[in-house]
C-alpha cells in the first residue's frame, strides 16, 4: 500500500468563488427533521478523462477520427480535476453544517478515512477532492502502488468466486420478452442517433456470453454505444467545443439519448444480484463496517462506475443523477450512506445520490446554495415503507447476509 499526502492549498478562495459560508441554513437535498448526522460514507465515480485507449473505438466503426486529446488515455483531465474541486467546496460546507467537520481548521486525526483505486484516475479524483475538503491539512489517501494489486474496486475472480455460467444465467434471466433481441429493439431510436453521429452504419447485432470465473461480457452494437457514448459525453464534459463534440454532429439531446446504452451495459454484465453481491463485497463490507463504528466520521471512497454499479446492484437501489439516465453513473458522480440519529436516540441509515449536472461540469459551475449538484436520498429495498430511512440495524442485517451468503 503507498500512502500520497497530497501538498495542499488554501480552500478560501475557492468557497468564496462557490459562494459558500461555513454556517446557515442547508438548501442542497431536504433532509428529515430533527435528524443528527453522526457518519457519511461515500463512493464517487473518478472525474472527466479521456476514452480508456485511443481510438476510442475500432477503424471503420466511425467516418471521421475521433478528436485528439492532451490528457494520456484513461487519465484525469486538468478540467476533469477541477470539476472535482467543485464538489468537494461543496461538499466541505454541507459537511459543516452537518457537523462532521469543523468550521475552522483541520478536522481530528482519524476523522477522515480515504481510499482510492489503483488507477492513476481514482487516485488523482481522490487527491483533488481531499485536498479541497480538507485544504492545509494532512489527509492520507491510501490506494494500491498499482492497479495490478487492486482486491478492493476489482476483486481477483479467486476472490469473488463467481461462476461464468450463473453469472449468465443471471443476466438472461433479466431479458425482456423477445431476450436479448428485445433490448437492441428497444433502443432502436437510440441507435438512429447513434449511427447518424458516427456518420456509418451501426452493427446492432450483440452478444452476451459467459466468461470463466467473471461477469457476463457484452459484445456488438450495446457495446459499441456504451462505448462511443461515453466518449461523446466526455467530450462534452471536457467542454470541446461543439464543432468536435461527436464530430459537430451531436447536440445534448443526442448526448441523452445515446448514454442509454451505458446503463445497459452495467444491467446485464454488473447488476444482476449474483453478480453484484460478488463483484460489490469488499467496498460494501468497508461501508458497513465505516457506518457501524469502524473509521472516522467520513469515508471516501474513489473508483469507477462499475463500482458503484455493482454496489447498486448489490442493494437492488435505483437513482437518477441530475440529467443522466436512470441508472447512469455521472464522472465525479456519487452513492453515499448517511447515519443518522432521532431525537429518541434511535440510528437510521440514508443512501443518497449526488452528481453534477451536464453543463454544471462543462462549464464548471460554481456549486452554491442556490445553484447545487443534483443530490436526493434513494430508497434500500428491504428497509420497509418509511422512506428513505433504513433501521441500522435492518440494513446492516441485509447487508451482512448478503455478504455472508450472497444469491445463488
Same mark, same amino acid.
Given at each position: 500500500?503507498?500512502?500520497?499526502t ?10 468564496a ?5 461555513l ?11 430533527q435528524?443528527?448526522v453522526e457518519r457519511?460514507?461515500m ?6 478523462r479521456?476514452?480508456?485507449?485511443f ?15 492532451s490528457?494520456?488515455?484513461g ?7 477541477e470539476?472535482?474541486?467543485? !464538489?468537494? $467546496?461543496?461538499?466541505? +460546507?454541507?459537511?459543516?453544517?452537518? #457537523?462532521? @467537520?469543523?468550521?475552522?481548521?483541520? &478536522? ?8 482510492a ?19 492545509g491539512?494532512?489527509v ?10 487492486e ?20 443476466s438472461?434471466?433479466q431479458?425482456p ?24 452504419p ?5 452478444? !452476451?456470453? $459467459?466468461?470463466?470465473? +467473471?461477469?457476463?461480457?457484452?459484445k #456488438?452494437? @450495446?457495446?459499441?454505444?456504451?462505448? &462511443? ?6 467530450q ?10 461527436g464530430?459537430?454532429r451531436?447536440?445534448?439531446a443526442?448526448i441523452?439519448?445515446?448514454l ?5 451495459k ?16 469488499p467496498i460494501?463490507t468497508?461501508?458497513?463496517d ?16 462499475t463500482?458503484?454499479?455493482a ?12 440529467d ?8 465525479g458522480g ?13 440510528r437510521f441509515?440514508?443512501?443518497?445520490q ?19 449538484p ?6 434500500i ?5 418509511r422512506?428513505a ?18 444469491t445463488?
Amino acid at each position: 500500500m503507498t500512502n500520497y499526502t497530497p501538498h495542499l492549498r488554501p480552500i478560501g478562495a475557492m468557497l468564496a468563488a462557490a459562494g459558500l459560508a461555513l454556517s446557515g441554513p442547508a438548501r442542497s437535498a431536504p433532509e428529515q427533521p430533527q435528524m443528527t448526522v453522526e457518519r457519511v460514507v461515500m463512493l464517487m465515480r473518478h472525474g472527466v478523462r479521456p476514452s480508456t485507449k485511443f481510438p476510442a473505438t475500432p477503424a471503420g466503426t466511425t467516418r471521421d477520427a475521433w478528436p485528439s486529446w492532451s490528457t494520456e488515455a484513461g487519465d484525469l483531465t486538468p478540467h476533469g480535476a477541477e470539476g472535482i474541486r467543485r !464538489l468537494a $467546496a461543496y461538499d466541505r +460546507d454541507l459537511l459543516t453544517r452537518q #457537523g462532521l @467537520l469543523p468550521a475552522t481548521g483541520c &478536522a481530528d486525526g482519524g476523522a477522515i478515512s480515504a481510499w482510492a483505486s489503483g488507477s492513476s484516475r481514482a487516485i488523482k479524483t481522490g487527491l483533488a477532492f481531499v485536498e479541497t475538503l480538507q485544504a492545509g491539512c494532512k489527509v492520507t489517501l491510501d490506494h494500491p502502488a498499482n492497479e495490478d494489486e487492486e482486491d478492493q474496486f476489482h476483486p481477483d475472480s479467486a476472490a469473488t468466486a463467481l461462476d461464468g455460467d450463473r453469472a449468465l444465467a443471471a443476466s438472461q434471466a433479466q431479458f425482456p420478452s423477445g431476450g436479448l433481441e428485445g433490448v437492441i429493439a428497444a433502443r432502436k431510436g437510440d441507435f438512429a442517433t447513434l449511427q447518424r453521429i458516427v456518420g456509418v452504419p451501426v452493427d446492432t447485432a450483440s452478444t !452476451l456470453k $459467459a466468461t470463466p470465473g +467473471d461477469k457476463p461480457d457484452l459484445k #456488438g452494437g @450495446l457495446s459499441f454505444g456504451s462505448t &462511443a457514448g461515453q466518449t461523446i459525453l466526455l467530450q462534452y464534459l471536457e467542454g470541446m467545443p461543439m464543432e468536435q463534440v461527436g464530430w459537430g454532429r451531436a447536440s445534448k439531446a443526442d448526448i441523452r439519448a445515446i448514454l442509454r446504452f451505458h446503463p445497459v451495459k452495467f444491467q446485464y454484465e454488473t447488476r444482476p444480484a449474483y453478480v453484484a453481491q460478488r463483484l460489490a463485497a469488499p467496498i460494501v463490507t468497508r461501508i458497513v463496517d465505516a457506518l457501524s463504528g469502524t473509521g472516522g466520521r467520513l469515508t471516501l471512497l474513489f473508483g469507477h462506475d462499475t463500482n458503484i454499479a455493482a454496489l447498486g446492484g448489490f442493494y437492488d437501489m435505483h437513482w437518477t443523477m441530475a440529467d443522466y439516465p436512470r441508472d447512469d453513473i455521472a464522472p465525479g458522480g456519487a452513492i453515499g450512506f448517511e447515519l443518522v440519529r432521532d431525537r429518541a436516540g434511535r440510528r437510521f441509515v440514508r443512501a443518497f445520490q449526488q452528481a453534477q449536472s451536464m453543463d454544471q461540469l462543462r462549464a464548471l459551475s460554481p456549486l452554491t446554495r442556490a445553484a447545487p449538484p443534483s443530490r436526493s436520498y434513494l430508497q434500500i429495498p428491504g428497509c420497509g415503507s418509511r422512506k428513505a430511512l433504513c433501521d441500522l440495524a435492518t440494513f446492516e442485517k441485509i447487508t451482512r447476509e448478503r455478504l455472508a451468503k450472497p444469491t445463488d
